[in-house]
């Protein structure tokens, strides 16, 4: 088992990464401070992993709620049904909610968390690459309102997170692809080494080589937490971890939450973001295929959704979160290995970007 | 114009308390970063002074979002609402929301706040003297849930608080006397010369007298300010300021949110508190007949409703956050203005206290 620190004063955490971490009994009690448990998962999860864990807290008053499994359900309405089960069954604030399952159920689980009697502990137990080398850590929670994605939610950390590499024996292809493009993300922001390790390493690590994976997660979980570690709510260089999800997340509101993959839409948008860097001047056209082949490697989609307009991508940017006083930040890349969070580009870099045809762009390069 | 502080590390933050606050541009700029504000208020406090504040504010792009009144509307569906009313006006999160009104808009802005996009500044201006001397101060916001009162909410400190004393001239009797319930309880809970001054100001108070109320106002937002400084998190002494809470939470669950006023169950709660220490044998049958008269004297109801039986007073107090570990803690007086929290009582002095005749004991007391 590797161990990492999330330093944030009294509030730093340890990541466990290893396998069969959800049957040890001794590392969970050691983070739950009353006599109940709350088990948050999903439909998908709660079937192959919730009776394990729930083994393991034996010793514990535990309550099992399941919630419906997609960012489709990502609303009030679900979250709704975790305050109903903690209440039913009369949770009090020294209650702990595990979180059990994918980037979804972590960030409700987590809000629900924050929100229930203003505040209650709470464990991440992610088991999905996304959530494991991305949401799991950092204490982002929340859900989406109709109008835009995460747009309602807290910072709230967590007590512990506890990654079981096991589990993803269980993830389909398609996710593990989705986890994959946070994975590459950490390469291209601060860590250019790290690249050609994926571009050795990406066959095996889509093969599920435990060596690989406890490799990748564990550097991209140093990362997230160094990161989050020197800027917990994002007044800075933390936005630099969103690198492709501003285009992203226009992707994911624009087509319907969950029609495409969070990691999917990241992947287009980190294209994009690739292609807006280069135009910039910032990055050479090798750096930003180098950028995308990786990305197609993992068996990712590089090209945004076709029916998507320029406008429509303004429109749905226009609510980001990174709007500060009307100004639109993006993030993008320096150089490989170095990204900015910046609203200090030509108006005119951003049309020619949202206006490239990426289908033609990315069959040039399957020819090259 | 009179300001106290709130001492809270690096959210620390001012109350101001005078005559037409609402109108200076100058105090509320000082506490705005960003270039929006939205003011949150109810359609009763809507029209009598929202347009003087957003004219105060006409530096600033303004958004106004006017939700129903009453704590029958403390509930996810009304929150949502500001949510949208953020959205639809593109607020970033460098926005300033503004609570104006009373307890319920003060929770559900302040609750807003603390998610909106995880969090953005927040300015409270109350102006019901219950929310004045209680729920504007210490950063408690939140909603209601089908099973409890205040069950999802947040922590969640404003840049400041503008108390303007001349908006309680439209305050109806009834929520004027509400008020006053949480200004005994501090008298009673911690500053026992309070209540001397109290007894000789009642009437003035009732008559709206511009000094008592200053007076009055100071001296419960310091005890607060005091409590909540020593406490934010209220994992000891804050929960002495909730004395008649559990009992009156018991209350206004069961008669359904808004046909009591909170501070009218606080009220009757408060007398049962009281019962409930003179059967510990802690004060004597004239302490607690003083302090059931002086809330008799504010025109507060001091008998439980008749319809609720020891049953239904146990089954609602099972689901309060005082609870731990299954335990059932209560504020009750070592004597007149010492509060304490304890699980350690006779659960017989429990039954006692909620089987009393309390009709039987307030005309006894009328007699007196």
């Known amino acids: 088992m590797q161990t990492l620190q999330v330093d944030l004063g009294t509030r730093s955490y340890p990541i466990y990464i290893g396998s069969g971490l959800l049957d040890d009994s001794a590392l969970l009690a050691r983070h739950i401070a009353g006599r109940q448990v709350a088990i948050v998962s999903n439909e998908t999860v709660a079937p192959l992993y919730l009776e394990r864990l729930a083994q393991a807290l034996k010793d514990y008053q535990v309550t099992r709620i399941v919630l419906p499994d997609g960012e489709a359900h990502k609303n009030w309405e679900t979250l709704q049904s975790i305050f109903d089960g903690l209440l039913q069954a009369r949770h009090d604030r020294r209650t702990t909610v595990i979180a059990l399952g994918g980037g979804v159920i972590g960030d409700m ?6 929100c229930y009697q203003r505040g209650v502990n709470f464990i991440q137990v992610p ?15 929340g859900i989406n309102h109709p109008l835009g994605k995460n747009m309602v939610g807290a910072f709230y950390q967590p007590q512990a997170v506890l990654i079981d590499i096991a589990s993803l024996s269980t993830l389909p292809a ?21 690249l050609g390790w994926l571009e050795t390493h990406m066959d095996v690590l889509r093969e599920l080589d435990n060596a690989a994976l406890t490799t990748a997660i564990a550097r991209s979980c140093e990362a997230k937490a160094r990161v989050v570690g020197a800027d917990e709510r994002e007044s800075g260089i933390r936005a630099t971890l969103n690198l492709g999800h501003t285009f992203g997340h226009a992707i994911e509101t624009h087509m319907g939450y969950g029609v495409w993959l969070h990691g999917e839409a990241v992947s287009a948008g980190t294209v994009m973001a690739l292609e807006m860097s280069h135009r910039l001047g910032w990055i050479s056209a090798a750096e930003r295929d180098r950028g995308i082949r990786l990305l197609q490697r993992a068996g990712l989609p590089v090209v945004p959704p076709k029916e998507m307009t320029p406008e429509h991508f303004l429109e749905h940017m226009a609510v980001d979160k990174k709007v500060l006083d009307g100004q639109l930040r993006l993030v993008l890349l ?31 390069l399957g020819d090259a």
Chains 1, 2 share one sequence.
């Open 174 to 194: 398609r996710e593990l692809s989705a986890g994959l493009a946070e994975v590459i993300k950490y390469g291209l922001i601060c860590d250019e080494p790290f």
């Open 109 to 114: 689980a987590g809000f629900a968390a924050a």
């Open 334 to 364: 320096k150089r490989l290995g170095e990204a900015v969070v910046t609203a200090d580009y030509a108006q005119d870099a951003l049309q020619a970007t949202l206006s490239t045809d990426y289908r033609a762009l990315v069959e040039q």
């Open 127 to 141: 088991t999905t690459l996304l959530s494991q080398v991305d949401s799991s850590v950092g204490g982002k929670t």
